[in-house]
């Protein structure tokens, strides 16, 4: 496909994601439409992934993660061991870490809301947790809460904040991390979405992980 083509293919899936994503249900309670009313309004905001994946950056032992796959999930897609993704926590410093400035640059852009992976699927939280030390107060070289700075300064631009959150809710093949974990935890199959999460709570369960009644999906404040 030739370059103009791909950008005006990329467009038109941008906007078919949206023109379907920002329209409310036609069964939607008036109460959840009301709630949702500014983000269908909003249409524009940045989602960060930040963490541990940052030091690998895409690369471990020789081998690249496609830029189409995410960095973030290098861990799995590369099969790294548990002891060997851990090592790269002493390395994540956060030294650039400016969130007054990432603000005021999603404001200045136009966005109207930021949403950051407080804690993503491989557990790292970027906030001190009682759950687990894999965070990054007790785990990393950042040694600070990388969560609350960043929610007051976007708040402070006038934006809303949001955080999504990972359960410990492995999807398609469990990772070498969550193997490590758990080396009774079975794959999960193609079945059905009610299946793989009932077989994923009981994996996590038999793990001895915590399990915390937060969403997989942001919440906006």
């Given at each position: 496909?030739?370059?103009?083509?791909?950008?005006?293919?990329?467009?038109?899936?941008?906007?078919?994601?949206?023109?379907?994503?920002?329209?409310?249900?036609?069964?939607?309670?008036?109460?959840?439409?009301?709630?949702?009313q500014w983000f269908r309004e909003a249409r524009f905001g940045l989602f960060i992934h930040w963490g541990v994946y940052a030091v690998?950056?895409?690369?471990?032992?020789?081998?690249?993660?496609?830029?189409t796959q995410g960095g973030?999930?290098?861990?799995?897609?590369?099969?790294?061991?548990?002891?060997?993704?851990?090592a790269f926590a002493p390395q994540f410093t956060a030294s650039r870490y400016e969130p007054q400035a990432w603000a005021k640059?999603?404001?200045?852009?136009?966005?109207?809301?930021?949403?950051?992976?407080?804690?993503?699927?491989?557990?790292?939280?970027?906030?001190?947790?009682?759950a687990s030390d894999w965070n990054a107060v007790k785990a990393s070289a950042a040694v600070r809460d990388l969560l609350a700075p960043l929610a007051a300064a976007v708040r402070a631009e006038g934006l809303r904040f949001g955080a999504y959150y990972s359960q410990s809710q492995p999807r398609g093949r469990l990772s070498?991390?969550?193997?490590?974990?758990?080396?009774?935890?079975?794959?999960?199959?193609?079945?059905?979405?009610?299946e793989r999460a009932g077989r994923?709570?009981?994996?996590?369960?038999?793990s001895g992980l915590p399990r915390l009644n937060n969403p997989r999906f942001p919440f906006l404040s």
């Open positions: 496909m030739k370059p103009r083509r791909s950008v005006i293919a990329l467009a038109l899936s941008a906007a078919a994601f949206l023109a379907v994503e920002t329209s409310p249900s036609a069964n939607a309670a008036p109460a959840s439409a009301d709630r949702t690998p950056a895409g690369e471990w032992n020789g081998r690249k993660v496609s830029p973030e999930w290098i861990s799995r897609l590369l099969s790294i061991p548990s002891a060997d993704y851990r640059l999603a404001r200045e852009a136009g966005m109207k809301y930021v949403v950051v992976t407080a804690k993503h699927p491989d557990d790292f939280a970027l906030y001190d947790s009682a070498r991390l969550a193997r490590s974990i758990s080396p009774t935890a079975k794959p999960l199959s193609s079945s059905s979405p009610c994923a709570d009981r994996a996590s369960a038999a």
